[in-house]
Nanobody
């Protein structure tokens, strides 16, 4: 059983940056694909970014390409989401998730989830 705990959310202004962290425990971190998803009020949870266990492959939603960067430190069992040039439409609860094998973009493909961290971007 893998436990995931996100941190780093907050209230920022448009154009600012934030770095989210997700600390994993209870499993072999290196064997998991790690993903970030977000859910805005009244909307479905959607894919933001994912990274393979080997760090060799990443994937991003079109809406965040060029602004967000996902990374992981397998020695620290932690995955990060660096968010730059934030926009009001980035406002959402951000969730960390884990799955085995290959990167997938659907939330239903991920087995383990964190509790989420709120990111609010004011205009």
């Amino acid at each position: 059983q893998v436990q995931l705990v996100e941190s780093g959310g907050g209230l920022v202004q448009a154009g600012d940056s934030l770095r989210l962290s997700c600390a994993a425990s209870g499993g072999t971190f290196m064997s998991y694909v790690m993903g970030w998803f977000r859910q805005a009020p009244g909307k479905e949870r959607v894919f933001v970014a994912a990274i393979s266990w080997s760090v060799s492959t990443t994937s991003y939603a079109d809406s965040v390409k060029g602004r967000f960067t996902i990374s992981r430190d397998n020695a620290k069992n932690t995955v990060y989401l660096q968010m730059n040039s934030l926009k009001p439409e980035d406002t959402a609860v951000y969730y960390c998730a884990a799955r085995r094998l290959a990167i997938r973009l659907g939330p239903n493909d991920y087995m383990y989830w964190g509790q989420g961290t709120q990111v609010t971007v004011s205009s």
